[in-house]
């Protein structure tokens, strides 16, 4: 088991910037490939960024592909999103997620494949 606390949303410009910070509890989250996924109000949950177990692979969304950032501090058993030039689009609640995979191999892309998910962590952008 493991448990997910996301922080760091907030309100912010066009433009600016946020991170975020996916912290793990219990089993310790270098046990799981990582995801940060999305849903707007009104629309599906989207997939934003993954990262492997190691921290060496990553994958985007085309969406944020140059903007956003994934990465881990296994030490630290925490994932973080940073987040730049963010667009009012971007504007929507933000789960992390662990899924369960083989060290080198980045979290996928689909959410059902991921076993634990985080309570979420609002982010608006203002025009």
């Known amino acids: 088991q493991v448990q997910l606390v996301e922080s760091g949303g907030g309100l912010v410009q066009a433009g600016g910037s946020l991170r975020l910070s996916c912290a793990a509890s219990g089993r310790t989250s270098s046990s799981y490939g990582m995801g940060w996924f999305r849903q707007a109000p009104g629309k599906e949950r989207e997939f934003v960024a993954a990262?492997?177990?190691?921290?060496?692979?990553?994958n985007y969304a085309d969406s944020v592909k140059g903007r956003f950032t994934i990465s881990r501090d296994n030490a630290k058993n925490t994932v973080y999103l940073q987040m730049n030039s963010l667009k009012p689009e971007d504007t929507a609640v933000y789960y992390c997620?662990?899924?369960?995979?083989?060290?080198?191999?980045?979290?996928?892309?689909?959410?059902?494949?991921?076993?634990?998910w985080g309570q979420g962590t609002q982010v608006t952008v203002s025009s």
């Open positions: 997620a662990a899924a369960k995979t083989s060290f080198y191999v980045v979290g996928p892309t689909t959410g059902g494949r991921y076993d634990y």
């Open positions: 990262i492997s177990r190691s921290g060496g692979n990553t």
